[in-house]
T-cell receptor, first 113, second 111 residues
């Protein structure tokens, strides 16, 4: 079965640079969630989109922005990167039929030097 | 938000049943109980969820106390692949399905 696709899988950036992470949800899923997991920490919710509109916002820094496109894929844009942004970034998607169940991608590992 | 409490870690022998407890004494009447797990170096994975009645699926069973203040995730025969961090998460289902991950229980499976 198709799963959530995230790209790139690994990314290395310098401080103050920008990064764009992409998420392709499972086909026919209309909701996308972004989570950040720092080293040794538990995943933290950042932001979600339902039908291309922002549906919920968590602890997402102002330097980050995200959107969901007409094909339902989503992008997380991160600017003025800081060392503390080094983390795993997971995207999850859910379907209209079972909105309470999230299916996670493999994550993008971002390292800021 | 209602909080959950889980043991930091548990051990199980391979092919034996595992009972992972979760306390949620401040749960509200509309809160669903979700379980996710995260294998090393992977994204979280949905395991099971329920509201009031016990639930079974191909991965596990969820036993919910009558007063709903606690629940237990049951893995019927632990395998090495079940070694993961297991998260018990409450969700009000009131339109916002963001998951609030707590500390979780790290399950080790001994061959």
């Amino acid at each position: 079965a198709a799963g959530v696709i995230q790209s790139p899988r690994h990314l290395i950036k310098e401080k103050r640079e920008t990064a764009t992470l992409k998420c392709y949800p499972i086909p026919r899923h209309d909701t996308v969630y972004w989570y950040q997991q720092g080293p040794g920490q538990d995943p933290q919710f950042l932001i979600s989109f339902y039908e291309k509109m922002q549906s919920d916002k968590g602890s997402i820094p102002d330097r980050f922005s995200a959107q969901q496109f007409s094909d339902y894929h989503s992008e997380l844009n991160m600017s003025s990167l800081e060392l503390g942004d080094s983390a795993l970034y997971f995207c999850a998607s859910s379907s209209p039929g079972e909105p309470e169940t999230q299916y996670f991608g493999p994550g993008t590992r971002l390292l800021v030097l | 938000d209602a909080k959950t409490t889980q043991p930091n870690s548990m051990e199980s022998n391979e092919e034996e049943p595992v009972h992972l407890p979760c306390n949620h004494s401040t749960i509200s009447g509309t809160d669903y109980i979700h379980w996710y797990r995260q294998l090393p170096s992977q994204g979280p994975e949905y395991v099971i969820h329920g509201l009031t009645s016990n639930v079974n699926n191909r991965m596990a069973s969820l036993a919910i106390a009558e007063d709903r203040k606690s629940s237990t995730l049951i893995l019927h025969r632990a395998t090495l692949r079940d070694a993961a961090v297991y998260y018990c998460i409450l969700d009000s289902g009131a339109g916002s399905y963001q998951l609030t991950f707590g500390k979780g229980t790290k399950l080790s499976v001994i061959p």
